[in-house]
């Protein structure tokens, strides 16, 4: 499985952006896919993941940080994942990457990730 993000640019604060992350190879384990940033001098932090539960309802999570200015979705034709950031603020700048696996992991330890998108926010 193949990951690559796109969208990350520099923007002024209460702007939006929508990041975009591609996967290819064997979509069984695309099952359950994730958000994550890290900042400079900071460790990396899980920003919304998106999956199916058992009973095949399609679940989104987010970090407090980002609940109501984040959407995460996922075009299942595509085998594409996004994050709608809106409002976005000064601290939401960071490198994002995004990840994925077959089983759903607790502990945020997903096996497959991309190689990041710079966004940048200005005051």
């Known amino acids: 499985v193949q990951l690559g993000e796109s969208g990350g640019v520099s923007v002024q604060a209460g702007g939006s952006l929508r990041l975009s992350c591609a996967a290819s190879?064997?979509?069984?384990?695309?099952?359950?896919m994730g958000w994550f940033r890290q900042a400079p001098g900071k460790q990396r932090e899980w920003v919304a993941s998106?999956?199916?539960?058992?009973?095949?309802?399609?679940?989104?999570e987010y970090t407090s940080s980002v609940k109501g200015r984040f959407t995460i979705s996922k075009d299942n034709a595509l085998n594409t994942m996004y994050l709608q950031m809106n409002s976005l603020k000064p601290e939401d700048t960071a490198v994002y990457y995004c990840?994925?696996?077959?089983?759903?992991?607790?502990?945020?330890?997903?096996?497959?990730w991309g190689q990041g998108t710079q966004v940048t926010v200005s005051s």
């Open positions: 990840a994925a696996d077959r089983y759903l992991r607790l502990d945020n330890n997903y096996r497959y």
């Open positions: 998106i999956y199916r539960n058992y009973l095949d309802k399609l679940t989104t």
């Open positions: 190879g064997d979509t069984d384990s695309t099952k359950y």
